[in-house]
């Protein structure tokens, strides 16, 4: 007798997306912090490095977090000497960050164990199995986006 309490197909998707994303945020929380770091310092680190976001405020953008959030993780890597902050000579009102010696130095140990765990999850599919995730995701974010 078919299983009639659930939606046809199975475990809705949004569900088996939510709780594969949790596992893998999960496995790449524990290989960032067995380095010494976290995925929140890592992506901040990746986007001051990038040098495209410039200011806080696009910073917080791109991270997609609040400007109080990202001074808090910007006042906890200016305190361990990752980061350096000034404000911009032409607008006061804009604050630049960059990394120090010491936050290249952590930035380039967090990409090690970022590229290890990425290559952890392709190393899973093939190379059209990958081709084919990447398009059933992009369709599925446009599918509830505006």
């Known amino acids: 007798m078919p299983d ?3 939606p046809p197909g199975g475990t809705p998707i ?3 997306l939510s709780r594969t994303a949790r596992v893998l945020t999960q496995a790449f929380e524990r290989a960032m912090a067995e380095a010494g770091g976290s995925v929140s310092t890592w992506q901040v680190l990746l ?3 990038s040098g495209e976001w410039g200011t806080q405020a696009k910073l917080a953008e791109a991270l ?3 400007g109080a959030t990202l001074t808090h993780h910007l006042n906890a890597l200016e305190r361990h000497g990752l980061v ?3 404000r ?3 607008n006061r009102r804009v604050q630049r960050v960059e990394l120090t010696p010491e936050g290249e130095a952590v930035f380039e140990r967090l990409r090690e164990v ?3 765990h990425d290559a952890r999850l392709r190393a899973a599919l093939s190379d059209a199995e990958l081709a084919q995730l990447g398009d059933l995701l992009d369709r599925l ?3 509830v986006e505006d």
């Open 4 to 6: 009639m309490s659930g």
């Open 14 to 16: 949004g569900l088996r």
């Open 47 to 49: 986007l001051v490095r």
């Open 64 to 66: 997609g977090v609040t």
């Open 84 to 86: 350096r902050r000034w």
């Open 88 to 90: 911009d000579a032409g």
């Open 114 to 116: 970022a590229v290890a």
């Open 141 to 143: 974010r446009a599918a």
